[in-house]
């Protein structure tokens, strides 16, 4: 199976600050790849698929990069309401093996 | 509005059964395939199964296969997972999700969630 690997596993940022989390797959998957942002408690939510396309109504301070090995995703300016876990999922596997990245803790500084 | 709700979760023991229930509204079940992903306390997301959208064909990860089965009943817009020979680490909130039709695999909308606990 392919394997998932996201750093940091937890990140401590400032309102305002442009932050960058990393995924990494054991190996390549093109661009499918996606970006998922849960909160407590909550259920995650999709914000972007096929390595850098925006799901509709994402805030554009979100964006996507990366194909092959190394995906980003970044937060332009954070935002108190982006305080969150992201997770990475690829999907080069389907329909079998869908598998997630371990996540990545946002906290306030 | 889409809406997934779940239900069935509750509290068994080692060894036992349940069937959990997803009932799906607002979008045309028929159309999608569908997944459960779960959740462990305080841990990631771990995809447990999918459904093609006419039941056709089915996957499972390989921590559960054999001893789970996830049906559907598009007369009833309903989701299932019927969970067998269960484990304390099957122990996690499932959600059901529903799969996006413009990249097959992503998931696009979501559950609330409904807590499995597996302990004696």
């Known amino acids: 199976d392919i394997q998932l690997t996201q750093s940091p596993s937890f990140l401590s940022a400032s309102v305002g600050d442009r932050v960058t989390i990393t995924c990494r797959a054991s190996?390549?998957?093109?661009?499918?790849l996606a970006w998922y942002q849960q909160k407590p408690g909550k259920a995650p939510k999709l914000l972007i698929y096929a390595a850098s396309t925006l799901q509709s109504g994402v805030p554009s301070r979100f964006s996507g990069s990366g194909s092959g090995t190394e995906f980003t995703l970044t937060i332009s300016s954070l935002q108190p309401e982006d305080f969150a876990t992201y997770y990475c999922q690829q999907l080069n596997s389907y329909p079998r093996a869908l598998t997630f990245g371990g996540g990545t803790k946002v906290e306030i500084k | 509005q889409v809406q997934l709700v779940e239900s069935g979760g509750g509290v068994v023991q080692p060894g036992g059964s349940l069937r959990l229930s997803c009932a799906a509204s607002g979008f045309t079940f028929s159309s999608y395939g569908m997944h459960w992903v779960r959740q462990a306390p305080g841990k990631g997301l771990e995809w447990v199964a999918f459904i093609r959208y006419d039941g056709s064909n089915k996957y499972y990860a390989d921590s559960v296969k054999g001893r789970f089965t996830i049906s559907r009943d598009n007369s009833k817009n309903t989701l299932y997972l019927q969970m067998n020979s269960l484990r304390a680490e099957d122990t996690a909130v499932y959600y059901c999700?529903?799969?996006?039709?413009?990249?097959?695999?992503?998931?696009?909308?979501w559950g609330q969630g409904t807590l499995v606990t597996v302990s004696s």
């Open positions: 999700a529903k799969d996006f039709i413009a990249v097959a695999g992503t998931v696009d909308y």
């Open positions: 190996q390549g998957i093109s661009s499918y």
